[in-house]
């Protein structure tokens, strides 16, 4: 379908607050290049939002590249594949991206046979026979999970509860936080197998419709997006004003339809169903090629690193390893990120494994990994005007401090996507999210209790 | 190596905004009114403003070290601007011990008493200025004349407001707009705090609402007036480009601290300091009343604060 005309003229974005941090996209450009197999590999059995999985496999067990380890207990939860061939060692406590130890498989490493199930070959599949409940199916067999770093299965977002049904789906290729660039490599790469991936998640959904969003500092991917989008009837592709946190789902949807979820809702209850165009490639893979989900692409990035780039690795593979492909951590590293420096993780060693989510690895020098000390609030507004979600920072923060719940309820803390935007534009250095972070959980605990 | 590594929650960057840059920044967009201060006034203005500025920034080291017992903060700049704000706020041949004792009022009473930068409750610099214009009414209502027009500066002249209320010859507007008029320092020319004002816009150190909200409102108000009785007192061009108007509503009521949070809250403080300036104007004891009408709201802002609140995603949208 080509880009919509009136969008060759005016860039569409979200319309409330948002900020635009130097984008560092210092990998950019960058091939995907294959991690070596490593020599063992620690699977979390939860890489995802919901229930742990249950692990089905035990010590000295024989498993297949792809071969089932975990099976997701209950709806809202992900089958977990091997991610290598080889021997499970055992099942243990790893530590792992959120910072705490949790059940993993360990796995050590022998040869690289896949489950012969798995379709090997790189071409195109564009064709689909299968029903919309078939689809489903197989995406949920595949254990893929919202690969932006939400990590919500998306079997689960694909399923809309009763009465309700989308009528567009969003293709999430914003890559709004800066540094990262594994889904701007991955859209240059495997282009069309995202237009399959779309297809078959439209037919899903029963859409007629789909939007893939790219913010406009991906000229490259634009172009050869709204090339392919002629041979693909129902798919436009629509550029985006650089802003953050514009690959928000609730920012996205308002960006490209000018509809606003209501606090609280999900996105489907204005008609929308967004995916991450990594998810939309997973998605493709499981579908068309037999291939669960057990590799993605990092970016692996910092000021000081030597080799900024984008790797295909093998969930379960340490961050170390990729760490190493990118030229070693720098002799002056102050902190390691998993994700982007808006809403990623710091990590306390880098012996963690790759997951699901890890949509790269930010290597942050010391002089830039302390906070400046924090001064009172001058009251300038600048976090009120910032906020895409029309909140009152500072006056949560304050809440927060005091401990004043029932105002902190009214004046909407549970609607906080934690997108950080108060705390980076902070001219006192006021830790803004930190504290609206803990008083959004204890009011979310008040509610729940309350309904109860 | 490892547990070497910093762990702290999102973000982990920083745009680098702090509190000097702001402050510097309001500072910078006062020069333009600064050097015409110079071209109308001579020496006398810029004496008045530095000796403002040391008053300001020593009263503020010694308030803080001795009596409060805390670090000093004197190199965020706001001393400076409540320094600066204050000399562009009295008439260019005051005596400067009446200064300091302004400066000290300013300092001590406006922002000191209430524990410093970020919990004061009312704009420092007016603080100083009102509790002048209540101590000293003569010195701090007699103009002299800009030099421009005089050799001799001692000869005291009246400024628009006044000659409004006195109903005498008026100036031209033109020589309102640019400056070469008389009056306090910082006020005379429209046209170099409007510059201050779009240098602070480019910056986003201030949003359009609140200097914009003040300048509508007294112009469509007095506006109203003017069409109903075309004196010209009514004028609404003359209100706009004359006094502290421009210099209350882009300098003085743009004060973070004292200002309101939300941007409703901000256009119904503009509005109403609009409302009073004109009110006090025209049928007020005092020719200017901007500075009052300003520390009016000053002490409305946190009840504005409680009852607004940001426009939210998602409530009462047009959905498209």
Redo the contacts between chains.
């Keep these: 379908m080509g880009i919509s005309t009136e969008n060759c003229f005016m860039l569409k974005t979200f319309r ?1 607050g948002g ?1 635009h ?1 130097a984008e560092n996209k210092l990998s950019a450009g960058k091939k995907i290049e294959n991690a070596a197999l490593p020599a063992q590999v620690m699977i979390p059995l939860a890489q995802h939002i919901g229930a742990p999985c249950q692990p089905i496999v035990k010590k000295g067990d024989k498993v297949k590249v792809g071969t089932l380890i975990g099976k997701s207990v209950g709806f809202v939860s992900a089958n977990i594949h091997s991610s290598v061939s080889g021997t499970v060692n055992k099942i243990d406590k790893v530590t792992d991206v959120s ?1 705490y130890k949790r059940d993993a498989v360990i796995i050590d490493v022998d040869g690289d046979e896949w489950e012969p199930t798995i379709d090997r070959s790189d071409t195109l599949k564009r064709e689909c026979r299968l029903s919309s409940k078939e689809i489903v199916e197989k995406i949920a067999g595949a254990g893929i999970v919202g690969m932006g770093g939400a990590t919500f299965p998306t079997h689960v977002k694909l399923t809309p509860p009763p009465g309700l049904k989308a009528n567009i789906l969003i293709i999430n290729g914003v890559e709004c936080e ?1 540094y990262l660039t594994s889904d701007h490599e991955l859209m240059l790469e495997k282009a069309e197998e995202i237009f399959v991936g779309t297809e078959i998640l439209m037919k899903a959904i029963d859409v007629k419709k789909a939007v893939i969003g790219i913010e406009n500092n991906k000229k490259d991917a634009i172009a050869r997006f709204a090339e392919i989008s002629k041979s693909y009837p129902g798919i436009e592709v629509q550029p985006l004003k650089v802003k953050y946190p514009q690959g928000g789902e ?1 920012q996205l949807i ?1 960006a490209i ?7 609280g ?1 999900l996105p489907i209850s ?1 008609g929308a169903i967004v995916q991450n165009v990594g998810t939309t490639f997973a998605v493709y893979e499981a579908v068309q090629k037999n291939k669960p989900l057990f590799e993605r692409i990092v970016t692996v990035t910092g000021k000081e690193v030597k080799n900024p780039c984008n790797v295909r690795a093998r969930i379960g593979t340490p961050f170390k390893n990729l760490i190493d492909i990118a030229g070693g ?1 720098p002799g002056d ?5 998993s994700g982007g ?11 963690i494994p790759v997951a699901k989510g890890s949509s790269g690895i ?1 290597i ?1 020098p ?1 002089s ?5 000390a924090m ?8 976090c ?2 910032v ?6 920072p ?2 949560l923060m304050d809440l927060t401090e005091f401990q004043i719940w029932d105002r902190a309820e009214k ?2 803390i549970t ?1 906080c996507i ?1 997108c ?2 108060c ?7 006021r ?1 803004l ?2 504290y609206i ?1 803990l008083g959004k959980g204890k009011v979310t605990g008040i509610v729940r209790a309350r309904k109860n | 190596m490892e547990n070497k590594l910093i762990v702290s929650p999102s973000p982990h960057i920083h745009s680098g905004d702090s509190i000097p840059k702001n402050m510097y920044g309001v500072l910078i967009a006062l020069i333009p009114a600064f050097l015409l201060s110079l071209y109308v006034f001579g020496l006398d203005a810029l004496i008045l403003t530095l000796a403002s500025i040391l008053f300001c920034v020593v009263f503020e080291y010694f308030i803080s070290k001795f009596i409060l017992k805390s670090e000093p903060t004197i190199s965020d700049g706001s001393a400076i601007i409540t320094g600066v704000l204050l000399a562009f706020n009295v008439p260019s041949n005051l005596p400067i011990w009446i200064l300091a004792i302004g400066a000290l009022a300013a300092i001590g009473i406006g922002k000191m008493s209430f524990g410093g930068l970020g919990k004061n409750i009312f704009n420092p610099a007016l603080v100083g200025r009102i509790f002048l214009l209540i101590s000293f009414p003569a010195q701090m209502t007699t103009w002299p004349a800009p030099v421009l027009e005089s050799a001799t500066d001692a000869i005291s002249s009246a400024t628009v407001l006044s000659q409004l209320n006195l109903s005498s010859a008026l100036p031209t507007l033109s020589s309102m707009f640019v400056g070469t008029e008389s009056g306090s320092l910082g006020e005379t020319s429209a046209i170099a705090l409007l510059l201050g004002l779009i240098y602070m816009l480019w910056k986003k150190i201030i949003t359009w609402h609140i200097p914009i909200s003040i300048l509508v409102t007294v112009a469509i108000f007095t506006a109203i007036l003017y069409i109903f009785d075309p004196q010209p007192q009514y004028n609404p061009i003359i209100h706009l480009a004359s006094g502290g108007l421009m210099l209350g509503a882009i300098f003085m009521a743009t004060d973070y601290v004292t200002s309101p949070l939300t941007k409703k809250g901000m256009v119904i403080y503009g509005f109403f300091i609009g409302i009073i300036t004109v009110c006090i104007r025209l049928w007020g004891a005092y020719p200017e009343g901007v500075s009052f009408a300003i520390v009016l709201m000053n002490g409305f802002t946190p009840l504005i604060n409680y009852y607004t609140t940001p426009k939210r995603f998602g409530e009462k949208q047009k959905n498209g």
């Design positions: 409330i900020i941090p910072g800066p609730k308002d339809t000018g509809r606003q979820v209501p606090g809702a204005v951590l590293t102050g902190k390691v990120i420096p808006m809403m990623g993780k710091a990590l306390p060693d880098i012996d930010l942050i010391s830039e990994a302390k906070r400046k001064k009172d609030c001058i009251r300038c507004a600048k009120v005007n906020c895409p979600m029309g909140l009152n500072t006056l004046q909407k609607d934690e950080g935007s705390s980076y534009t902070c001219p006192a250095n830790p999210l930190d972070r």
